[in-house]
């Protein structure tokens, strides 16, 4: 069973910056990729960006590109998100997601199977 701990919410103002992290301790070999998710508070949960384990594949959704970035430390076995020019509309619940997906990365839930507990963000206006 693959365990994901997210952590690094907090609120921040809008246009400020955060980084969110993801360990995955334990047992990590029947992953090859992970990937964020945000919830706001009565919306679906939703795709943010997703990397590949080898690094080499990277996939964000278009209302972040150029703000967000995605990284990994494979040592570590931990995933980070920094967030810039933050928007009060990304307040919600932050989400890490694994998988085994070979080389695509999926912008749906459904693809993704472990899951963490979600961080929450708060963007003041």
């Known amino acids: 069973q693959v365990q994901l701990v997210e952590s690094g919410g907090e609120l921040v103002q809008a246009g400020g910056s955060l980084r969110l992290s993801c360990a995955a301790p334990?047992?990590?070999?029947?992953?090859?990729?992970m990937a964020w998710f945000r919830q706001a508070p009565g919306k679906e949960r939703e795709f943010v960006e997703a990397i590949s384990w080898s690094h080499i594949n990277t996939y964000y959704a278009d209302s972040v590109k150029g703000r967000f970035t995605i990284s990994r430390d494979n040592a570590k076995k931990t995933m980070y998100l920094q967030m810039n020019s933050r928007k009060h509309e990304e307040t919600a619940v932050y989400y890490c997601?694994?998988?085994?997906?070979?080389?695509?990365?999926?912008?749906?839930?459904?693809?993704?199977?472990?899951w963490g507990q979600g961080t929450q963000v708060t963007v003041s206006s």
């Open positions: 334990g047992r990590t070999f029947t992953i090859d990729a």
């Open positions: 997601a694994a998988d085994q997906l070979g080389r695509t990365l999926y912008d749906n839930t459904w693809s993704w199977h472990y």
